[in-house]
């Protein structure tokens, strides 16, 4: 996979004095993603509405591809202009071998490569969402980057629900008078996720993503009916209510929430921890 190429700690580390001096020490390490700590196979639920609805999902299938993991040495001031899809400060950590997460299973999936960082400290992360070159906007692969199916119930109504989001042409945003203001990069790197989990002379960097949280405040009683099946649309530009692509609130929530770095306090979708078993 053909990546941005970013300005990394790595490359200052030229040699040995260069460790030495800012105190920091290269290292290869595993890395793994799974899903949460009580999934095992599938999760169950509830979803409640800003209108008070609660929504109970059975979610029996959630894959997600990651493309890579950054970790950085700063995390930029909440609120301040932040235009660029590459952090200011230094990366210090990087996984660049995508891999297909499966979110039900809590056992470490571990990625093809190892990474390679050093241990200086750690403010924030990123996850990158792509399968190719993160600046390309048509994606080269037919496979979505989230893959979810499962049943939402209220009372007696229970809707079987599916989606499959990618982030490709249809993602991309040059209109207006400011054509290239909206990268497609943008679109698919989450940023900044708030960690101060670094690299460790042993063990192995573990990312852990919770499809729970991809799911809040998406109301299932807006999603269209396709066949047999309630679709999530993967077509932001679809604004015809009567069309089965129609890009209504649960679709438009459930890409957010696949977005959202979260808080320092989560709960969060992506969070990070240094497992000493990997």
């Given at each position: 996979?053909?990546?941005?190429?970013?300005?990394?700690?790595?490359?200052?580390?030229?040699?040995?004095?260069?460790?030495?001096?800012?105190?920091?020490?290269?290292?290869?390490?595993?890395?793994?993603?799974?899903?949460?700590?009580?999934?095992?196979?599938?999760?169950?639920?509830?979803?409640?509405?800003?209108?008070?609805?609660?929504?109970?999902?059975?979610?029996?299938?959630?894959?997600?591809?990651?493309?890579?993991?950054?970790?950085?040495?700063?995390?930029?001031?909440?609120?301040?202009?932040?235009?660029?899809?590459?952090?200011?400060?230094?990366?210090?950590?990087?996984?660049?071998?995508?891999?297909?997460?499966?979110?039900?299973?809590?056992?470490?999936?571990?990625?093809?490569?190892?990474?390679?960082?050093?241990?200086?400290?750690?403010?924030?992360?990123?996850?990158?969402?792509?399968?190719?070159?993160?600046?390309?906007?048509?994606?080269?692969?037919?496979?979505?980057?989230?893959?979810?199916?499962?049943?939402?119930?209220?009372?007696?109504?229970?809707?079987?629900?599916?989606?499959?989001?990618?982030?490709?042409?249809?993602?991309?945003?040059?209109?207006?008078?400011?054509?290239?203001?909206?990268?497609?990069?943008?679109?698919?790197?989450?940023?900044?996720?708030?960690?101060?989990?670094g690299v460790q002379p042993t063990g192995g960097l573990l990312l852990t993503i919770d499809p729970r949280q991809l799911f809040n405040n998406v109301d299932f009683g807006q999603l269209a009916k396709v066949s047999d099946s309630y679709v999530f649309s993967d077509e932001p530009s679809d604004s015809?209510?009567?069309?089965?692509?129609?890009?209504?609130?649960?679709?438009?929530?459930l890409y957010s929430n696949l977005m959202s770095a979260g808080s320092m306090n989560g709960p969060n979708l992506y969070s990070f921890q240094w497992?000493?078993?990997?």
């Amino acid at each position: 996979m053909k990546l941005r190429k970013i300005r990394s700690v790595l490359a200052l580390f030229c040699v040995p004095a260069c460790v030495g001096t800012t105190g920091g020490r290269i290292i290869d390490f595993d890395a793994a993603a799974a899903g949460p700590k009580d999934a095992n196979g599938e999760l169950t639920f509830g979803i409640e509405i800003t209108n008070g609805t609660r929504w109970n999902v059975d979610l029996t299938k959630a894959t997600l591809h990651v493309g890579a993991v950054y970790l950085d040495d700063s995390l930029p001031v909440s609120g301040a202009q932040n235009t660029a899809c590459i952090l200011p400060g230094t990366y210090v950590a990087e996984v660049t071998t995508g891999l297909d997460v499966n979110l039900l299973s809590n056992t470490p999936q571990h990625f093809p490569s190892r990474g390679h960082g050093t241990t200086l400290g750690v403010q924030s992360a990123q996850v990158w969402l792509t399968r190719g070159d993160v600046d390309t906007i048509a994606d080269p692969s037919p496979y979505p980057i989230l893959d979810v199916e499962g049943t939402a119930s209220l009372d007696s109504d229970v809707r079987p629900f599916a989606g499959h989001i990618t982030i490709s042409n249809n993602r991309s945003n040059t209109a207006g008078n400011f054509p290239g203001a909206y990268p497609i990069c943008k679109q698919r790197i989450v940023s900044p996720i708030p960690t101060t989990v670094g690299v460790q002379p042993t063990g192995g960097l573990l990312l852990t993503i919770d499809p729970r949280q991809l799911f809040n405040n998406v109301d299932f009683g807006q999603l269209a009916k396709v066949s047999d099946s309630y679709v999530f649309s993967d077509e932001p530009s679809d604004s015809d209510p009567s069309s089965r692509t129609f890009y209504s609130q649960p679709s438009a929530n459930l890409y957010s929430n696949l977005m959202s770095a979260g808080s320092m306090n989560g709960p969060n979708l992506y969070s990070f921890q240094w497992d000493p078993k990997l």
